[in-house]
């Protein structure tokens, strides 16, 4: 269902998956799932048909909701049922592990500790992928001594860094999606690669039911992921068709994860058409969050009436709503909204040089009953509309906190660049 290929020499070959090159696209690969499940580093192994489409499609999802909400990955698109096409990476040889909570390996690492345990913050793991050793488990300094080099970059305190942040912010968001399905997100492995271009840490590899631990309603005894085959007493045909339909449950399910679970918006008004450029700046922001925002100019001092039915309007489509207020002088505006709606108000005024110290007050002191809030950045002012819509809309909220781990990379980045220059 895509354009033909052309498909150059095998890179890689893992237990579910292989490696092609792509000979008219350098740069980039093709991941070709396989037909196979294993467990206990294929000290079990099984054919399950339809596997390689139900992984593939699982994790063309997953980085897909990861890609859309700022997360720098590997994953270009979904080529075919069974492959999707990624960035060419080095791959760090490590498995990062985070949990929320405690099951598994970890209890028999770390006895007296019960299963149910809950990690706030987050509990993070290492694990050296080295099948002949069983993947061991690695600390910080292990990883930091092994000076792993990889399409050029070395892995040293600030890559690590990254990727534990990361990793984090990962878990986080598909925490999140998976909520939104009374899901519970118990654990999960993931690995990241240097992409050869650009040099850059990126998600890569997959995310698939294998990659995670899966509890409906927080219900172990209802588990969906690969531990069903892990626990299997033995294999057989009907055991695996209960493995399949849980695998296939997942990829059905995880399509919702790209879905809205509710809608929000911001409407913006204005004192006059001259704060225009102001207000165009609240609104590129919005869309960067996909937040649909309005634009209606009406004063609070010259047509109140006019004022509260432009309210009335919007409360009266049932449709959660944040309304920012932009006037210059004395805003009035964002007040009378404050003090005749139930929904919250932002005040963004547009301050100049010669007034802005004064006209500020206006914003700032409100009479008793009054709950507007004052942002005076119109970027900054989009983002807390983001923040409040983002409660009750996962894409949002996961977009936000993508944001501020890139925000967070690039310090980090930036930091190494001047060391570098110092040297």
């Not at 980085?63 to 096409?85: N, P, R």
């Not at 040293?156 to 968001?173: H, K, L, P, Y």
């Not at 004064?358 to 709950?371: E, H, I, K, T």
Request: hydrophobic content about 40%; charged content about 25%.
């Amino acid at each position: 269902h895509s354009p033909a290929l052309k498909i150059g020499q095998k890179l890689n070959e893992g237990k579910t998956k292989q490696i092609f090159e792509l000979v008219d696209q350098p740069g980039l690969v093709l991941v070709q799932s396989k037909d196979q499940i294993t467990a206990g580093n294929a000290v079990r192994k099984d054919q399950m048909e339809g596997k390689a489409a139900i992984a593939n499609k699982t994790t063309s999802c997953v980085f897909k909701l990861l890609q859309e909400s700022g997360i720098k990955t590997a994953f270009v698109k979904q080529h075919s049922d069974t492959a999707f096409i990624a960035a060419h990476c080095e791959m760090i040889p490590i498995e990062w592990v985070c949990r929320r909570v405690a099951t598994g390996s970890f209890l028999k690492r770390n006895p007296g500790v019960k299963e149910g345990y809950r990690f706030a913050p987050l509990k993070m793991e290492m694990f050296f992928k080295d099948d002949a050793n069983n993947d061991p488990q690695w600390s910080e300094e292990q990883l930091l001594e092994a000076k792993f080099c990889l399409a050029g970059l070395t892995i040293g305190q600030c890559e690590v860094d990254i990727m534990n942040r990361s990793t984090v912010a990962i878990f986080e968001i598909l925490e999140k999606a998976w909520a939104t399905q009374n899901c519970t997100l118990v654990d999960m492995k993931i690995e990241f690669g240097v992409n050869v271009k650009t040099q850059e840490i990126v998600l890569a590899d997959v995310i698939d039911n294998d990659s995670w631990r899966l509890w409906p309603a927080g219900d172990r005894s209802q588990q969906k992921d690969k531990q069903v085959y892990r626990d299997l007493k033995e294999v057989t045909p009907e055991a695996m068709q209960m493995v399949k339909k849980n695998f296939e449950w997942v990829s059905e399910r995880v399509k919702l994860l790209l879905e809205p679970q509710a809608s929000g918006r911001v409407v913006v008004l204005m004192g006059s058409t001259s704060d225009m450029a102001h207000c165009e700046k609240i609104r590129k922001a919005c869309t960067s969050y996909r937040i649909p925002c309005i634009l209606r100019v009406t004063s609070a001092h010259k047509g109140p009436d006019e004022t509260l039915r432009i309210k009335a309007e919007y409360e009266g489509d049932g449709v959660p709503t944040v309304f920012v207020a932009v006037a210059g002088r004395s805003n009035g505006l964002g007040p009378v909204m404050s003090g005749n709606t139930a929904y919250p108000v932002i005040n963004c005024p547009p301050l100049t040089p010669d007034w802005g110290a004064q006209d500020v007050w206006s914003s700032l002191r409100m009479p008793s009953g009054l709950a507007c809030s004052t942002v005076l950045s119109p970027e900054a002012a989009a983002q807390f509309a983001a923040q409040i819509v983002g409660l009750t809309d996962h894409l949002v909220w996961c977009k936000l906190r993508a944001s501020m781990l890139n925000t967070w990379v690039a310090l980090k980045l930036a930091d190494k660049k001047l060391q570098a220059c110092s040297l």
